[in-house]
C-alpha cells in the first residue's frame, strides 16, 4: 500500500519538470543530488552549478519558474477525483528498475496498484498480428503468468492484447503502459481491457491525463516498457516494427531480450528473426525465458497460480471435403485464393466448405478473406 504524496508535494515535482531546459536525465541528477524538488529550489546557484549538465542559464530558468502552476494544481486535483495515484521518483511504490535507466518519468500516472507487480517481463509485437502470434502470446503469457511474473505491455492491439488477457485468463497481474493519457484510452475497443488490468493491476503514464495518442509518445512510452521489466519478449515483428525499438531500449538498458520464432514464409517475422540473429533468446516455450532471468528476479515472484484444467474439445465429425480443405490449413493465414488453386475446387464449392469449418468451430476469417485453423488454445476474437 502506498503512501499518498501533498498536493503541495506533488506540485513541487510538477513545478521542477516545466522549467525549460530540464528533461528527464538532468531531473535525475537532480533529485539524486538534492532528494527532492523543494530542496533544488531552496539550493544555492553554487550548488546547483556542482551538477553536471547545469549552467548558468538553466539556474536563471530555475530561479524565474513560477511557484505555483494553476494549470498544474487542477491536474493533480482532477488525479485524485478520478482516483488515480501519481508516484514520483521518491515515492516507494515507484519501480525500483525504472530508475536504473539513464532518463525515468520524474513521476507515473497510475491507475491500480504498483504494489502487485512482481517480477515484470515486458511481451511486445505486431498491431497487426497473424493467429499464430496471438495464439502463441496467449499462451506464453498464461504460463509465466503461472510461474508469478507479472506481464507488461503496451495494450495496443494485437500481441499487446493477447499478451494482458494471457495473464488475466489465469487470474494473474499484468501492467500496461499507455502511449496517451489515463483519461484517453487508445485503442478505444480495449476499455474493458484498461478496466480489467486496473483492477487487478495497474495502467500506467508519465504523460498528462488527457494526452492523446501523438505518435511520438510511443517511441517515449517504449523505453518505460523495457525499462520497467526484466526483460522484453518480442513476437512478431516486421523489420521496421515499433518493437524493435523496445528491443534496442531494452539491450541497450541491460536487460534480457527474447524473441518468438515464426514462419520463414512471413514478413511479420522478420524482424524477430533478426532479433535471433543479432543474438536474442529464442523463445518455444516458457523454460527458455526463466532460465535467462536474474536469479534475484526469480526469487521475487509472487506464488505461481494455480493451474486451471483445460476444457476438452469435443471431436468434431468432418466430412471428407471438410477433412481435405482443414488438413490443407495451418495457423498461418493463407487467401482463399490460394487455397482454390492448391485443392483444385471451385470457388463456390471451397467457399461452402470454409463456411461450414467456420461454423463448426474450427476456422477462422481475418479481413481480405485469409484463413487459418483455430487450435485448442487459440483465441477467438
Same mark, same amino acid.
Given at each position: 500500500?502506498?503512501?499518498?504524496?501533498?498536493?503541495?508535494?506533488?506540485?513541487?515535482?510538477?513545478? =521542477?519538470?516545466?522549467? +525549460?531546459?530540464?528533461?528527464?536525465?538532468?531531473?535525475?541528477?537532480?533529485?539524486?543530488?538534492?532528494?527532492? #524538488?523543494?530542496?533544488?529550489?531552496?539550493? $544555492?546557484?553554487?550548488? &546547483?552549478?556542482?551538477?553536471?549538465?547545469?549552467?548558468?542559464?538553466?539556474?536563471?530558468?530555475?530561479?524565474?519558474?513560477?511557484?505555483?502552476?494553476?494549470?498544474?494544481?487542477?491536474?493533480?486535483?482532477?488525479?485524485?477525483?478520478?482516483?488515480?495515484?501519481?508516484?514520483?521518483?521518491?515515492?516507494?511504490?515507484?519501480?525500483?528498475?525504472?530508475?536504473?535507466? #539513464?532518463?525515468?518519468?520524474?513521476?507515473?500516472?497510475?491507475?491500480?496498484?504498483?504494489?502487485?507487480?512482481?517480477?515484470?517481463?515486458?511481451?511486445?509485437?505486431?498491431?497487426?498480428?497473424?493467429?499464430?502470434?496471438?495464439?502463441?502470446?496467449?499462451? &506464453?503469457?498464461?504460463?509465466?503468468?503461472?510461474?508469478?511474473?507479472?506481464? +507488461? %505491455?503496451?495494450?495496443?492491439? @494485437?500481441?499487446?492484447?493477447?499478451?494482458?488477457?494471457?495473464?488475466?485468463?489465469?487470474?494473474?497481474?499484468?501492467?500496461?503502459?499507455?502511449?496517451?493519457?489515463?483519461?484517453?484510452?487508445?485503442?478505444?475497443?480495449?476499455?474493458?481491457?484498461?478496466?480489467?488490468?486496473?483492477?487487478?493491476?495497474?495502467?500506467?503514464?508519465?504523460? #498528462?491525463?488527457?494526452? @492523446?495518442?501523438?505518435?511520438?509518445?510511443?517511441?517515449?512510452?517504449?523505453?518505460?516498457?523495457?525499462?520497467? $521489466?526484466?526483460?522484453?519478449?518480442?513476437?512478431?515483428?516486421?523489420?521496421?516494427?515499433?518493437?524493435?525499438?523496445?528491443?534496442?531500449?531494452?539491450?541497450?538498458?541491460?536487460?534480457?531480450?527474447?524473441?518468438?520464432?515464426? %514462419?520463414?514464409? %512471413?514478413?511479420? $517475422?522478420?524482424?524477430?528473426? /533478426?532479433?535471433?540473429?543479432?543474438?536474442?533468446?529464442?523463445?518455444?516455450?516458457?523454460?527458455?525465458?526463466?532460465?535467462?532471468?536474474?536469479?534475484?528476479? =526469480?526469487?521475487?515472484?509472487?506464488?505461481?497460480?494455480?493451474?486451471?484444467?483445460?476444457?476438452?474439445? #469435443?471431436?468434431?465429425? &468432418?466430412?471428407?471435403?471438410?477433412?481435405? +480443405?482443414?488438413?490443407?490449413?495451418?495457423?498461418?493465414?493463407?487467401?482463399?485464393?490460394?487455397?482454390?488453386? /492448391?485443392?483444385?475446387?471451385?470457388?463456390?464449392?471451397?467457399?461452402?466448405?470454409? =463456411?461450414?469449418?467456420?461454423?463448426?468451430?474450427? +476456422?477462422?476469417?481475418?479481413?481480405?478473406?485469409?484463413?487459418?485453423?483455430?487450435?485448442?488454445?487459440?483465441?477467438?476474437?
Amino acid at each position: 500500500m502506498q503512501m499518498e504524496a501533498s498536493p503541495e508535494h506533488l506540485l513541487a515535482w510538477f513545478r =521542477l519538470r516545466s522549467v +525549460v531546459g530540464i528533461g528527464n536525465l538532468l531531473f535525475r541528477r537532480l533529485i539524486q543530488q538534492f532528494e527532492s #524538488p523543494e530542496a533544488v529550489f531552496a539550493s $544555492s546557484d553554487e550548488a &546547483l552549478l556542482a551538477v553536471e549538465g547545469v549552467s548558468p542559464r538553466l539556474v536563471a530558468a530555475i530561479r524565474r519558474q513560477p511557484a505555483r502552476s494553476e494549470a498544474d494544481a487542477r491536474e493533480v486535483a482532477r488525479a485524485a477525483q478520478k482516483g488515480f495515484q501519481i508516484v514520483t521518483q521518491c515515492d516507494p511504490a515507484y519501480p525500483t528498475l525504472l530508475l536504473e535507466i #539513464p532518463d525515468p518519468p520524474p513521476f507515473l500516472y497510475v491507475n491500480g496498484d504498483l504494489g502487485r507487480c512482481r517480477c515484470p517481463l515486458a511481451i511486445v509485437g505486431s498491431r497487426n498480428a497473424t493467429p499464430y502470434g496471438r495464439k502463441t502470446t496467449q499462451r &506464453l503469457s498464461r504460463e509465466l503468468t503461472r510461474q508469478g511474473l507479472t506481464v +507488461v %505491455s503496451g495494450m495496443a492491439r @494485437g500481441i499487446d492484447t493477447a499478451a494482458h488477457l494471457g495473464a488475466l485468463e489465469e487470474g494473474g497481474v499484468t501492467l500496461a503502459v499507455l502511449g496517451s493519457g489515463l483519461e484517453c484510452i487508445y485503442p478505444a475497443e480495449n476499455r474493458r481491457l484498461y478496466e480489467r488490468i486496473a483492477a487487478t493491476g495497474a495502467v500506467i503514464s508519465e504523460l #498528462p491525463l488527457a494526452a @492523446g495518442p501523438d505518435a511520438h509518445h510511443f517511441p517515449q512510452r517504449n523505453r518505460i516498457i523495457s525499462g520497467i $521489466s526484466v526483460g522484453t519478449v518480442v513476437v512478431e515483428a516486421t523489420r521496421r516494427s515499433g518493437s524493435l525499438i523496445t528491443a534496442r531500449l531494452a539491450a541497450e538498458q541491460n536487460r534480457e531480450v527474447f524473441a518468438v520464432p515464426g %514462419s520463414i514464409e %512471413s514478413f511479420k $517475422s522478420i524482424g524477430t528473426h /533478426q532479433l535471433i540473429k543479432n543474438g536474442a533468446k529464442l523463445v518455444t516455450q516458457v523454460g527458455d525465458v526463466l532460465d535467462e532471468l536474474p536469479r534475484w528476479a =526469480l526469487t521475487a515472484r509472487r506464488p505461481a497460480a494455480t493451474q486451471r484444467p483445460e476444457a476438452a474439445r #469435443p471431436a468434431t465429425p &468432418l466430412s471428407e471435403a471438410e477433412a481435405s +480443405v482443414f488438413e490443407n490449413l495451418s495457423v498461418y493465414p493463407v487467401h482463399v485464393d490460394d487455397l482454390t488453386r /492448391q485443392l483444385n475446387l471451385e470457388a463456390g464449392d471451397l467457399s461452402s466448405i470454409l =463456411l461450414s469449418l467456420e461454423l463448426k468451430g474450427l +476456422v477462422r476469417q481475418d479481413p481480405g478473406k485469409l484463413f487459418s485453423r483455430i487450435t485448442d488454445d487459440q483465441p477467438r476474437y
